[in-house]
T-cell receptor
Framework: AQSVTQLGSHVSVSEGALVLLRCNYS??????LFWYVQYPNQGLQLLLK??????LVKGINGFEAEFKKSETSFHLTKPSAHMSDAAEYFC?????????????FGQGTILTVHP | NAGVTQTPKFQVLKTGQSMTLQCAQD?????MYWYRQDPGMGLRLIYY???????DKGEVPNGYNVSRLNKREFSLRLESAAPSQTSVYFC?????????????FGPGTRLTVL
């Protein structure tokens, strides 16, 4: 069964600093990988997704993630944090060859941005 | 185009009471899902419906039932609420056609069981 591990339940950065949120997956077949963001008291919004077309994926709000098969990782980065990036971020995996679009989520990482 | 809508937004129940959470999508999606979100545990799948007329258990189905009323609507019922069901509930939908398609989420229902 596929699973997702997000390293660090809380990450704190200063405004303007690099954001790095870590995600490792396990899957017996090539996966599809997703990053979602959840702002306070809202639903989840897709940031970006890896669908095997390109290993470096660019998303909304300046975020990007790189799929590294050798490391089974899909870490999320942003060069310069903004106060508006404060939110909870979820990595999710969908095993290719499965039907119905089911996702398995990581535990989430809360990003705090200090002025 | 409202996407995925959920009602109610908030609910407080007493132990043993029942209630139904409603979800609707206007994207003509085939697949719909119910998740619960608890601190430090991410989102866990309760039930899903691959297509109209079918439902299947997810990771944490105990204490819940679902109904896929039609292609648009997918409801979640708590027959006898327990404090352990205090959580935030999210409904989501997916085209059901392509694995690379995005799953879209509703705004959530915050449920407290006393």
């Amino acid at each position: 069964a596929q699973s997702v591990t997000q390293l660090g339940s809380h990450v704190s950065v200063s405004e303007g600093a690099l954001v790095l949120l870590r995600c490792n997956y396990s899957s017996s077949v090539p996966p599809y990988l997703f990053w979602y963001v959840q702002y306070p008291n809202q639903g989840l919004q897709l940031l970006l997704k890896y669908t095997s077309a390109a290993t470096l994926v660019k998303g909304i709000n300046g975020f990007e993630a790189e799929f590294k098969k050798s490391e089974t990782s899909f870490h999320l980065t942003k060069p310069s944090a903004h106060m508006s990036d404060a939110a909870e971020y979820f990595c999710a995996v969908r095993k290719s060859g499965t039907s119905y679009g089911k996702l398995t989520f990581g535990q989430g990482t809360i990003l705090t941005v200090h002025p | 185009n409202a996407g995925v809508t959920q009602t109610p937004k908030f609910q407080v129940l007493k132990t043993g009471q029942s209630m139904t959470l409603q979800c609707a999508q206007d994207m003509n999606h085939n697949s719909m899902y119910w998740y619960r979100q608890d601190p430090g545990m991410g989102l866990r799948l309760i039930y899903y419906s691959a297509s109209e007329g079918t439902t299947d258990k997810g990771e944490v189905p105990n204490g819940y039932n679902v109904s896929r009323l039609n292609k648009r609507e997918f409801s979640l019922r708590l027959e006898s609420a327990a404090p352990s069901q205090t959580s935030v509930y999210f409904c989501a939908s997916h085209s059901g056609l392509y694995e690379t398609d995005t799953q879209y989420f509703g705004p959530g229902t915050r449920l407290t069981v006393l």
